[in-house]
C-alpha cells in the first residue's frame, strides 16, 4: 500500500519559497522541459508540482537512475551475507565465466563493478548485445583495457553483471528482490523493470516507478540505508554508495561529472551526491541541508539543469525567510504547471486529411503507418495507425487529451496529445509518453506536395 511522505509549508522547515519561485523562472526562461519536482528536507516534502500534462500517480522511466536503486540491492544481498564486494564476479558467476578462466576475471571483483572500475575504457554496451544471446556472458569474455579497478568508464555492462550477480544469488530478479525489502517497507507500491532476453532487469536502466518514490529513494540514501526504526540497507554500504570510490576529473568535462564516482551514484560539487538517469532524472542528496531534490524530464544539457539547482535551489535552504507572499505564490505556481500544447495559429482543409509519413526519424517511428486529421468543433480528431492498428484521439485545441498508444514501444503506453493548425494548411501534434521522458512529434504540410514527417524531440535510448 502506497505510504506518503508527510507534506509540510517551506517556511516550516526554513525553506525559502522565493528561491524556489525562482528557480520555476528560471526553467521557463530556460526553456526546459521538466515533468515533476519534489523538495524534501528533514525528509518531510516542503514543494512538489507536475508539468501538465504529467501527474504524480504517473511512473516514468528512470533511465540510469535506475542504477541507484539496483545498487540497494546489491547492498541488501551483501547485508543478508550472500556475498561481498570483495568477492570475485567469477566465483559468483561461474556458469557465464569463460574456461579457462581469463587473467582479467581473477580480478575482477564486486566493488569494480559498483564503482565503474572493470578496466574497460569504453562503453561496452554496443559490443556486448552483438557478441551473442547472453550480453553478461559476453561483458565477462570482453577483455578490459586496464586492470580492474584502475581506471573509470562508465559503462551499463558492470550494471548489468551486478544485476545478473543479484539474480544468480537470489533466484529473483532485482524488482521482485526489491519489493519485499525496500519497495514495500518505502510505501511504493508501482514499480516495473524492464529485462533482457535472459529473463533478468536491465539494471542499468529500465526501471519505472513515481517521481515520490525517486525522492524516497534520495532520503533513504540521505538516512545511510534507515528507515523509520528500520536499517533496510547496511549503513556502511550507503555509506561507500556516498564516497568517491574512483576519479573521474579526466573523463568527464562537466563539473558535476568529475567529482568521482562511488557505487552507483555520482558525487557532486557542493558536497552533494546524485543518482541521475539520460534527459534529467534526478534524486540529489543534499547532506548538509538534510535535503533531497526529486525530478524529472526531457532535457539534454544535464549540468545546465544541475547549475539551476545550484543557483536557486541550494540557497533556498541556506537563507530563508518568514512566509509571506512568495509562499502563496510557490503553491499557485506549483498548481500551474504546464507543458507548453500546441499554439493554434491557422487553419485546415474542411475535409479530412490523410497521409502516410514521408519521412522518419528515430527508433520505432517507422511503426507509423498512416495519420488522419478530421476537422472537429473546437478541435480535431487525430487518427493513427500504429502497427496495423488504430488509435483515436479527440483533441481540443490548446489542450492536453489522454489516451494509449501502444505498439510504438514498450514502455510508451499512457500518453497524452496536444494538436492544432499551427499555420493554414499546416498542422502539428505533440505526443507525450508519460511513461518515459519522450515526446513524438507529426508535422503536416498541405500545399502542391504534402508532407507528413515522424520524429522524436528528443530519441529514445535503446530500451
Avoid at 554500504?237 to 564516482?261: L, T
Avoid at 493548425?421 to 508535422?443: C, F, K, M, N
Wanted: charged share 20%.
Amino acid at each position: 500500500m502506497t505510504s506518503p511522505l508527510p507534506r509540510s509549508a517551506p517556511s516550516e522547515l526554513n525553506v525559502d519559497a522565493a528561491r524556489v519561485v525562482d528557480f520555476l523562472d528560471a526553467v521557463d526562461t530556460a526553456e526546459m522541459d521538466l515533468h515533476s519536482l519534489m523538495i524534501l528536507r528533514h525528509g518531510v516534502v516542503v514543494a512538489e508540482g507536475w508539468w501538465a500534462p504529467y501527474r504524480g500517480s504517473d511512473v516514468q522511466l528512470l533511465y540510469s537512475l535506475s542504477k541507484t536503486f539496483l545498487a540497494m540491492a546489491v547492498g541488501m544481498a551483501i547485508g543478508e551475507g550472500r556475498f561481498s564486494t570483495e568477492d570475485l564476479v567469477a566465483d559468483l558467476l561461474p556458469d557465464l565465466t569463460p574456461r579457462p578462466v581469463p587473467d582479467h576475471l581473477r580480478q575482477l571483483r564486486v566493488r569494480h563493478l559498483l564503482s565503474m572500475a572493470s578496466g574497460h575504457r569504453e562503453e561496452t554496451l554496443p559490443r556486448i548485445v552483438t557478441m551473442g544471446p547472453d550480453p553478461v556472458r559476453n561483458f565477462l569474455a570482453l577483455p578490459p583495457d586496464e586492470p580492474p579497478g584502475s581506471v573509470f568508464a562508465y559503462n551499463q555492462g558492470n550494471s548489468l553483471a551486478l544485476s545478473q550477480i543479484i539474480t544468480s544469488t537470489t533466484g529473483q530478479r532485482v524488482v521482485d528482490y526489491l519489493r519485499p525489502r525496500l519497495f514495500d517497507p518505502l510505501g511504493i507500491d508501482k514499480a516495473e523493470w524492464l529485462s533482457t532476453s535472459t529473463g533478468i532487469d536491465q539494471g542499468f536502466s529500465g526501471l519505472h516507478v513515481t517521481t515520490e518514490s525517486v525522492a524516497k529513494l534520495g532520503q533513504l540514501v540521505l538516512q545511510n540505508g534507515r528507515w523509520g526504526s528500520e536499517q533496510l540497507v547496511p549503513a556502511e554500504f550507503v555509506a561507500e554508495c556516498r564516497r568517491p570510490q574512483v576519479g573521474n576529473s579526466r573523463q568527464q568535462i562537466h563539473p558535476d561529472w568529475r567529482e568521482g564516482y562511488g557505487y552507483q551514484m555520482w558525487m557532486c560539487r557542493h558536497g552533494a551526491q546524485r543518482g541521475d538517469g539520460a534527459f534529467g532524472q534526478l534524486a540529489v542528496v543534499l547532506p548538509d541541508a538534510d535535503a533531497v531534490i526529486a525530478c524529472t524530464a526531457q532535457v539534454i544539457d544535464m549540468q545546465a539543469e544541475l547549475d539551476l539547482i545550484w543557483q536557486h535551489l541550494l540557497p533556498a535552504f541556506r537563507d530563508s525567510r518568514p512566509a509571506g507572499a512568495a509562499e502563496q505564490e510557490l503553491t499557485g505556481r506549483l498548481e500551474r504547471l504546464s507543458t507548453p500544447s500546441v499554439t493554434p495559429g491557422g487553419h485546415g482543409p474542411e475535409r479530412p486529411v490523410e497521409l502516410s509519413p514521408t519521412s522518419v526519424e528515430g527508433p520505432f517511428t517507422d511503426r507509423v503507418e498512416l495519420v488522419r486529421i478530421e476537422p472537429q468543433p473546437g478541435g480535431t480528431r487525430l487518427v493513427l495507425t500504429v502497427s496495423g492498428n488504430e488509435h483515436a484521439f479527440e483533441v481540443p485545441t490548446g489542450r492536453w487529451r489522454d489516451g494509449a498508444l501502444p505498439g510504438l514501444h514498450s514502455p510508451f503506453g499512457a500518453v497524452s496529445v496536444s494538436a492544432a493548425w499551427v499555420a493554414d494548411g499546416e498542422y502539428h501534434a505533440e505526443i507525450v509518453s508519460r511513461r518515459t521522458p519522450h515526446r513524438l512529434q507529426l508535422r503536416v504540410r498541405l500545399g502542391g506536395r504534402p508532407t507528413l514527417s515522424v520524429g522524436w524531440l528528443a530519441p529514445p535510448l535503446g530500451l
